[in-house]
Nanobody, 121 residues
Framework: QVQLVESGGGLVQAGGSLRLSCAAS????????MGWYRQAPGKQRELVAI???????NYVDSVEGRFNICRDHDKNTVSLELNSLKPEDTAVYYC???????????????WGQGTEVTVSS
């Protein structure tokens, strides 16, 4: 099994910044991709940013240029810097990791418990 533990989040005014962090531990041979998703009240969960084992990144258009994802491959951690926050960024943010276990060639998606980000106007 794999555990993803998130930290960060909280309440911030519009225009402010936050940093989210996520650490993966457990039965991990390798991790292909790590990323962040978010789910606002009444909406579907959406991808915010993702970073692959080759450090290729992808962002949803609404956060491009404001958020920055980075990863420590040795420590199995991923962080997300949220800048120039807007009220529409308010959501529960979830860390995700696509993990390869020893003896397997397939990836298993694991999720963190979620951390809340609230942006006041």
């Amino acid at each position: 099994q794999v555990q993803l533990v998130e930290s960060g989040g909280g309440l911030v005014q519009a225009g402010g910044s936050l940093r989210l962090s996520c650490a993966a531990s457990g039965s991990i041979f390798s991790i292909y991709a790590m990323g962040w998703y978010r789910q606002a009240p009444g909406k579907q969960r959406e991808l915010v940013a993702i970073i692959t084992s080759g450090s290729r990144t992808n962002y949803v258009d609404s956060v491009e240029g404001r958020f920055n994802i980075c990863r420590d491959h040795d420590k199995n951690t991923v962080s997300l810097e949220l800048n120039s926050l807007k009220p529409e960024d308010t959501a529960v943010y979830y860390c995700a990791a696509d993990v390869v276990h020893g003896g397997s060639y397939s990836e298993v998606r694991y999720w963190g418990q979620g951390t809340e980000v609230t942006v006041s106007s």
